[in-house]
Nanobody, 127 residues
Framework: QVQLVESGGGLVQPGGSLGLSCAPS????????MGWFRQAPGKEREVVAA????????GYADAVKGRFTISRDNVKNTVYLQMNSLKPEDTAVYYC????????????????????WGQGTQVTVSS
């Protein structure tokens, strides 16, 4: 397991943009598949976006396709989630997740496939 630290959450108006970052504490994650999940009040945690170890393969939830972009910089040891055209229904706590197990070239979209989680960062979309 690895300790993950997220940053970049906050309050934004509908239609606005926000960027999240996630970095491990004390180690690198260059060969880890990574993901972003979110959980709104009263709802289950759901995948938002996922990326394989190299950044060459990505996947998105239907609700965010075309609006969110996941990326990673393995030199800077950071994973990003750029969120554009934000909607009130995007309001949630967003979590970064890492999979330290061997993953090949795959990305993963199930919470059970990840073994490390960040503490979460609140994103609120409201006017």
């Amino acid at each position: 397991q690895v300790q993950l630290v997220e940053s970049g959450g906050g309050l934004v108006q509908p239609g606005g943009s926000l960027g999240l970052s996630c970095a491990p504490s004390g180690r690198t994650f260059g060969n880890y598949a990574m993901g972003w999940f979110r959980q709104a009040p009263g709802k289950e945690r759901e995948v938002v976006a996922a990326i394989n170890w190299s950044g060459g393969r990505t996947g998105y939830a239907d609700a965010v396709k075309g609006r969110f972009t996941i990326s990673r910089d393995n030199v800077k040891n950071t994973v990003y989630l750029q969120m554009n055209s934000l909607k009130p229904e995007d309001t949630a706590v967003y979590y970064c997740a890492a999979r330290s197990l061997r993953s090949g070239s795959n990305y993963y979209t199930q919470a059970a496939d990840f073994d490390s989680w960040g503490q979460g960062t609140q994103v609120t979309v409201s006017s």
